[in-house]
């Protein structure tokens, strides 16, 4: 049978697929005209279900989010602030009083450090509850000049876990909830409400320089010192994160804190390091998408979720009875469903983000480890590695027996060593991968065995924390052939600064060790 005679006489087979198939687009494209189409028709019933405003009906035009376009003052009090502030931003303030308020950071961070953080000029993208005490931070520690960016408002559900709302503020923007409190209390601080949804369309605008013409002071603009992404939503999200990353701004981004609740477990870390966290783990996959895989810090908790844990909250029956659960958002691709959040949770991350820009501003030594807690196998290998090591040297040094041999090191001595001491970098490269411990110094007796309790059967090595150093697998290998089981000296094979950085840290430690 020719094609031509199988197509003539399977036609109507064909016929029938192309029909199903366009008629599967069409229904398709049909079902998505007529949501868009029902979402304008209640937009356009309930504009007109809002009467005119008049002399009998007073009050604000709405934005297109459903917000209040400028700022309410609700009392006296708040009337009065916002007239100290403005004094205050025009250079009508005590100077001394700034630094008696900011005398606590002023001792910490030093005046050079303090200063750098007065002059910084930081975003802050999104308000809930992380954004809030993040702001909330930033400006009591000294920051000046931060743009706020939120499209919301106050919700009463937002209560337990913003920094600055209060039932008054039920209803109004957050941005100038936000603005208006802060405002009570440092008014020398310059804040820009911007109550907008930060988009692709804005980005350019939301992310620009300070605009000291329109605040006020000296002509030209400083571009953003950090950017602090708070957003609960995936996409705005990586769209900030890509836009910062694409133009060079410093960016730290907060994961989610919701359905969390163990403090311990939340790090600080790059974003490929990030785990047991849904939001960074969607976020890391759709950056990666768009060519980025590193180089963005994140706060996240490796909190796993458990039996009798909260968990994410479906949609209540008798709302999806009602219609299609996509037009119960506030906003098209935005979230539906209740997120279960323990109101201290976003208060952490916040305040976690904003020490880690106060430190980076102020050139704060921050040495602490990225991402890395939680990490037993890591430990446990190394333990295991270490026991080996003072097996070897029992039987290469003196030919002693090392069978039963016991190292007086735990799991929690290798994780203090490794973390807090050497803050995760082989003291010899700097490097942050394959890494163990190694003793620094050949046993002066010539044996790591404690001769007492031979006789009673008991092998137990010399070894103390102090004696060990953190190094790569090859460079522990070549110091073990070279000092442990030869005759040269460290002395003889590393450099002054490697000398140097090993006494820093061995001080460090008996600084350390009283404390833990």
């Known amino acids: 049978m020719t094609i031509s005679q199988w197509m003539n006489r399977n036609s109507s087979i064909v016929n029938i697929g192309l029909a199903f198939t366009c008629g599967a687009v069409s229904a398709t494209t049909i079902y998505y005209t007529l949501q868009i189409l029902r979402r304008q028709k209640a937009t356009n019933d309930l504009k007109a279900s809002i009467p005119s405003i008049s002399a009998d009906h007073n009050a604000v035009q709405l934005t297109e989010y459903g917000a209040a376009r400028q700022p309410s003052l609700s009392n006296a009090e708040d009337t009065r602030s916002a007239k100290i502030a403005a004094r205050a931003r025009r250079g009508d303030y005590d100077e001394e009083l700034i630094l008696e308020q900011l005398a606590r950071n002023r001792v910490f961070l030093k005046d050079e450090g303090l200063q750098k953080l007065r002059d910084a000029f930081v975003v802050v993208v999104g308000l809930g509850g992380v954004g809030s005490h993040c702001v909330a931070a930033l400006v009591r520690s000294g920051v000046s000049k931060i743009r706020i960016v939120d499209f919301d408002q106050v919700t009463l559900s937002s209560l337990n876990r913003h920094a600055l709302a209060t039932l008054a503020d039920v209803g109004t923007p957050k941005v100038h909830c936000v603005r208006r409190r802060l405002e009570q209390i440092c008014p020398w601080a310059r804040i820009e409400a911007r109550n907008e949804l930060f988009s692709s369309q804005n980005a350019e605008r939301l992310m620009a320089g300070w605009d000291y013409e329109l605040h006020g002071g000296e002509e030209g603009g400083q571009e953003p010192d950090w950017v602090i992404d708070a957003i609960d939503n995936i996409d705005t999200k990586v769209g900030l994160l890509q836009y910062c990353v694409l133009h060079n701004i410093k960016v730290i981004s907060a994961m989610g804190a919701g359905t969390k609740s163990d403090p311990t477990r939340i790090c600080v870390g790059d974003i490929s390091t990030s785990i047991e966290d849904p939001l960074s783990k969607a976020t890391r996959r759709r950056l990666k998408m768009l060519g980025i895989s590193s180089g963005v810090p994140v706060v996240f908790s490796t909190e796993k979720p458990g039996l009798g844990k909260a968990e994410l909250l479906p949609v209540a029956e008798e709302e999806v009875e009602k219609g299609d659960v996509g037009d119960l958002g506030v906003l098209p691709e935005f979230r539906v469903r209740i997120l279960p959040v323990l109101g201290t949770m976003p208060a952490i991350f916040g305040y976690t983000a904003a020490n880690y820009v106060i430190c980076s501003i102020a050139d704060y030594p921050m040495e602490y480890r990225v991402g890395d807690r939680s990490r037993d196998k890591m430990y446990e290998s190394m333990l295991s590695a270490l026991q080996g090591l003072e097996e070897r040297l029992a039987r290469t040094i003196n030919g002693q027996d090392a069978i039963g041999l016991k190292i007086p090191i735990s799991k929690d001595d290798i994780a203090y060593l490794v973390e807090e001491v050497f ?94």
């Open 423 to 516: 803050r995760g970098r082989s003291v010899v490269s700097g490097l942050t991968t394959r890494l163990v411990l190694t003793r620094w110094i050949r046993p002066e007796s010539g044996s790591n065995m404690i001769k007492t309790y031979e006789n009673e059967g008991q092998k137990t090595s010399n070894l103390k924390p102090g004696d060990l150093v953190l190094m790569t697998k090859e460079e522990a290998q070549k110091h073990e052939k070279e000092v442990l089981k030869g005759t040269k000296n460290v002395n003889e094979i590393y450099e002054e600064e490697v000398m140097q950085c090993v006494q820093k840290r061995w001080l460090e430690e008996k600084a350390f060790d009283k404390y833990r």
